[in-house]
């Protein structure tokens, strides 16, 4: 863990932690009939740990990793609940990313040295592509929807004489040439 996760939680931290065991509680009262605080402290424990790990090698997006839940559901097992349904522990990893305060000190440490490589690397701000887009050449795909759907391609208009309300008429000719695009 960085620095940042290593220090005292703080108020409002504390208590999203136990509104995160809260929810946990009552998620496994509701699936498997077991209401219990440490046993939910116990669960969160074990979902930061993968979490943590599977943050820490790269992954961005949950949803898409069943083997984090077949992993936690294994570590579930081995500590004693044996039929846990997979839909409640990938539900359970969602709940613990999304709310955990210590997981987000973690994606906030980890984004800060992601900016700090980029940097370092000469990647620019570290928000993406620093090209402008309009030097990006359109992609197959774009270019067959702007095919499929010719209206929906068409730049805006520049310019509108208002009329009444939220009523705007355009030129005869900036019409003609939107259609000749």
Known sequence: MGKDSKKALTAIERL????????????LSQHLGLEDKTLAEFVISLAESDLKSFLKSGGKDLNRSVEVAQEFR????????ADVPLSLVSHLLQLVLDTSPRIARIQSSLEKKRKKKMLAEGGGDGGGESRVMSTIEASARKKELESSFPGLAVPNLTSSVPLEGDFHEYSKDELDSQKDR
């Open 16 to 27: 999203q932690a136990l509104n995160l065991v809260s929810r946990v509680s009552s998620e």
């Open 74 to 81: 294994k570590k579930l097992a081995e500590n004693g609940a």
